[in-house]
């Protein structure tokens, strides 16, 4: 074959050149919560990296962190370790790492709209201490439509490259709106009442795995790790789409933003008193965000200043939305003061003692 015929092979089918990944954080990149090499014992519902959370309902426990080890062209991968064994998953439990899919950004797909749906294709890399068949699935908002297809992982501790092509739906309700219009996931571990026999098609229920899925969470210590994570118009897959840090961080802080701090008196906020407890801060964000972002304090240690005075401090912060939010622009109220004087400017400064910020939620 010739190069022009190979590279000709691997071009997209449709579409542009960029902008083709419909995976946000597709290199794992990105972790504003968590930061580098960061090791969090994993709940319920909990991101690892922007974007990808686990979800375990189950009695497993895991943890899981963002590390350097990743197959040739990336730098970051997402790791899960069994930390706490659940060998008998029961009929409703699961494990899975997912990434929800905001409708407007997979609109185009037109699923839903019979002959018009279009064919996707997922790719990325795999590695686990486990050998054995695991399952990628994609289901829509109301979860009454789903496909399930199997990979397998052929060699232990071994960074492998899977490639499978999602069929169109032509039926369903798929959301094209700032809803979730897809779920995309990969199983760990499937209770029978989300198994099926049925794959590489398109089902009227909620599945997630075959029965033969591997239960990653059965031995103590088992580890997954994903990367290169491509989720493309076409029924081939193209090389990794990379992109500067700056793009994929911009198209992260849409869901998740945390305010950041480089060092005391840097990156801090501007607000008025209103009494001696509260200031209210008006903060525009740096992205538009899907929606009204819910507010919460990294660490309620808190620290604020004047030119008067320098150092109000407080262990017990609180912070709350105005009703004056929306999704381009927050104002919001910093408790748990003592001492602040009204109407005067304030700095939120965190320090080494004092490092809270103000996170911002509107993940689907």
Known sequence: MSNARKLAANLPTEGSLSG???????????????????????????????????????????????VGDAPTGFMHSSKLTVTGTDTSLGTTQYQ?????????????????????????????????????????????????????????????????????????????????????????GWSLGTGTNFQTSTLDAWQGAFEMAGSNQVNLAGTNGATWQITGCQLEVGSQSTPFEHEPVGVTLSK??????????????????????????????????????????????????????????QGFTTTSGTVSLNTYSGSASVTYILGGF???????????????ASTGTVQFDAEL
């Open 252 to 309: 992260c802080q849409r869901y998740f933003y945390k305010e950041a701090t480089v060092s005391t008196d840097t990156g801090g906020k501007l607000g008025v008193a209103s009494g001696s407890s509260t200031i209210v801060i008006d903060h525009s964000l740096p992205v538009q965000m899907r929606a009204k972002p819910s507010v919460s304090l990294t660490t309620q240690n808190l620290r604020c200043g004047d030119t008067v005075a």
């Open 338 to 352: 003592s001492g602040l004087t009204s109407y005067r400017i304030y700095l939120h400064e965190p320090d080494g």
């Open 96 to 184: 899975r790492f997912i990434q929800p899919i905001e409708g407007s950004n997979v609109s185009h797909l037109k699923w839903g709209y019979g002959a018009q749906a279009k064919t996707v294709t997922l790719s990325f890399h795999v590695k686990s201490s486990l050998t054995g068949t695991f399952y990628v699935f994609a289901f829509n908002g109301a979860a009454n439509r789903s496909f399930v297809s199997a990979y397998t992982i052929d060699t232990a501790n071994t960074w492998e490259k899977k490639t499978i092509t999602i069929t169109g739906d032509q039926s369903g309700a798929w959301l094209s709106n700032t809803g979730a219009g897809m779920y995309l």
């Open 20 to 66: 083709r990944n419909m995976l946000i954080n597709g290199a794992h990149q990105v972790s504003q919560r968590h930061g580098t090499g960061s090791v969090t014992v994993a709940p319920s519902d909990h991101y690892v990296v922007d974007r990808f959370k686990i979800q375990d309902y189950s009695d497993a426990t895991f943890s899981s962190q963002q």
